[in-house]
């Protein structure tokens, strides 16, 4: 297990999902910082309607960059964001397919050939995936141009549709080249020496149900799975004979002028440490169930929506990920 996580670095591909806000952008990003901080070039990829890693990569100071659409752009050193719009994707393939750019401008504003494309199932996310491939597939000399992928999903079970897109075009389309094409998406996809998804929870009762339902899923869809990440844990309470201190505390006067009353203190250290056991008890059942380990990120109280946070999140993973002192 070890290995593998040390290793995940050197996949081609990584896809974050997770239940709707566990922390797949925040991750997506961290993991994004991670490979950068080792030389890899590495683009992050989001999925999404708006574009959020721009701003949330982009260095204290800096201007978030802006893009084509169709071209990685450079938040900072080995680091790149792309916001894969499908309309931009598919006219790219269209271009790359017939090479005639004014016939393709001709198609994408005909009326019958949206209604057709409209009408197709799943064109978004193969047209998405398609990208994906592309960008994995291209080369400077004989060296791939990105040496990482990282892709910010959708939630769950959008995140699950958006990857079992090509499994069923490919049962349905038995010829021609839009079977060829899915068919190289699909040996990526499936191929865990180069991808593998990361799933992300928060230690609570839904987002770990759903979890399970989410490996359940990549297991059937034949997906490699990399480390199951546990995000904004409860850290231990660093208070030594904490029980010592709490009696201590109840104790004390609860004067009502002072900044922090001992009763509130009490209470707070009461509640952290309950939250804690119960976090660690969805994290063991977790564990149990899926028969792996999940890294743990803390709850960061700074905050985790700028560069600086980033920044933070990628230490502590930097923390899990080289545990025992494996190199990546
Ligand atoms: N370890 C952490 N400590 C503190 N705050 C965190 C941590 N991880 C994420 N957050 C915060 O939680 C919120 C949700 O995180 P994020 O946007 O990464 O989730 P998401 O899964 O991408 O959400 P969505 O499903 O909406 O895309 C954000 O405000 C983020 O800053
Ligand atoms: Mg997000």
């Not at 499994?167 to 593998?196: F, I, K, N, W, Y």
């Not at 009461?270 to 380990?293: M, N």
Request: hydrophobic letters at 45%.
């Amino acid at each position: 297990v070890k290995q593998e996580r040390a290793a995940l670095l050197d996949r081609r591909v990584l896809i974050v999902t997770g239940k709707g806000g566990t922390g797949k952008t925040t991750l997506a990003a961290a993991l994004g910082v991670c490979a950068a901080r080792r030389g890899i070039r590495t683009v992050v990829v989001e999925l999404g309607e708006e574009a959020a890693l721009p701003a949330l990569l982009a260095p204290a100071g800096a201007r978030p960059p802006k893009g084509d659409g169709r071209t990685p752009v450079r938040v900072s050193e080995h680091l790149y964001t792309l916001r894969i719009d499908p309309e931009e994707a598919l006219t790219e393939y269209l271009e790359l397919e017939l090479r005639v750019r004014t016939l393709v401008a001709l198609l994408m504003r005909n009326q019958g050939f949206r209604r057709l494309i409209g009408a197709a199932p799943g064109w978004r996310e193969l047209i998405s995936l398609g990208k994906l491939w592309h960008l994995e597939s291209r080369k400077t000399g004989n060296r791939p141009l990105w040496g990482l992928l990282i892709v910010d999903a959708p939630a769950s079970g959008h995140g699950i549709s958006l990857l079992s897109v090509p499994g069923v075009v490919l049962d349905t389309v038995r010829m021609g080249p839009l079977r060829r094409h899915t068919g190289r998406v699909q040996e990526l996809l499936v191929d865990s020496a180069r991808t593998l998804v990361v799933p992300v929870t928060l230690l609570e009762e839904l987002p770990v149900r759903e979890t399970r339902e989410l490996v359940r899923g990549l297991g059937e869809l034949g997906m490699g799975l990399g480390p199951l990440v546990a995000n904004a844990v409860e850290p231990e309470i660093e208070v030594p004979r904490l029980d010592d201190a709490l009696s201590l505390l109840a104790a004390q006067p609860a004067t009502a002028d002072a900044m922090l009353a001992p009763p509130t203190l009490a209470a707070c250290l009461v509640r952290a440490r309950r939250r804690r056991a119960a976090q660690q008890s969805f994290r063991r059942e977790l564990e149990g169930e899926l028969d792996r380990r999940a890294i743990e990120l803390p709850f960061l109280t700074e905050g985790t929506s700028d560069r600086a946070g980033i920044e933070r999140v990628a230490d502590a993973l930097e923390r899990e990920l080289l545990a025992g002192g494996a190199a990546a």
